[in-house]
């Protein structure tokens, strides 16, 4: 456990490796929650129970704000919004808002065959997987896509000019694009160095070297 006796833990798997642990570590950090974090190791004989004992659906992330339980990632950074408002964690604009809650549902409930070809293992570089399996290119393809129409529409750096929760869904891609060689180019590859550089990517990152 790491912490600042904040009242509001945030239960997460290994940094190296849970992806969706990292999306709301993101957003509660760039809007500046206090909040202290517990490691539950992933893939061990007692993971699914030490998970239950925090996380109701039996899944990291976790989030705890004195007592009240919150899982899933994409919730955690809701509350994150909510919680704080100035961080502007959305974008102020309606339909800016809009297509950015859109891309984000999108990462949260599809790109199934990416993410099972492309795990994210955050400190290792491994084989591309470009050309073995053409559901896990579309995936790719399609991400590149998202990410350049946003980058386009707007002044940068991140998808809808300052961070927002879209950036945080969709850091774990630039993770398993560093790690299996995927490299878009242009705006894309300038938008996955901008991620790669967000403190709360470098405190993860780091962290994750060290377990
Ligand atoms: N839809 C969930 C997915 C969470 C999820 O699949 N978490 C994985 C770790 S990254 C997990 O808890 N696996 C442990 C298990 O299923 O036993 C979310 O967005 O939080």
Redesign the pocket.
């Known amino acids: 456990m790491s912490g600042n006796n904040s009242g509001r833990m945030l239960y997460i798997?290994d940094r190296d490796?849970?992806?969706?642990?990292l999306?709301p570590f993101m957003a509660l950090r760039h809007a500046g929650i206090a909040f202290d974090t517990t490691v539950i190791r992933?893939r061990q004989h007692d993971?699914?129970a030490r998970?239950l004992k925090v996380?109701p659906?039996?899944?990291?992330?976790c989030f705890v704000d004195h007592g009240f339980v919150l899982?899933?990632?994409?919730a955690?950074c809701e509350y994150a919004a909510d919680l704080a408002p100035q961080a502007k964690l959305w974008p102020d604009d309606i339909l800016d808002r809009a297509a950015a809650r859109a891309i984000s549902c999108e990462m949260?409930s599809g790109f199934a065959p990416m993410r099972q070809a492309m795990s994210m293992d955050i400190t290792a570089t491994l084989p591309p997987v470009a050309g073995t399996n053409p559901d896990v290119d579309a995936d790719v393809a399609r991400v590149i896509k998202i990410w350049t129409t946003a980058l386009d529409a707007h002044t940068g750096p991140y998808l809808f000019g300052h961070f927002t929760i879209a950036d945080a869904m969709y850091a774990p891609v630039v993770s398993r694009f560093r790690t299996y060689g995927v490299n878009p180019g242009g705006k894309a590859q300038t938008y996955m160095d901008t991620i790669w550089a967000h403190p709360a990517m470098i405190e993860w990152v780091d962290a994750a070297r060290g377990e």
């Open positions: 798997g490796i849970s992806s969706w642990s999306r992933l993971t699914k998970i996380s659906n039996g899944k990291v992330p899982p899933d990632s994409l955690i949260h």
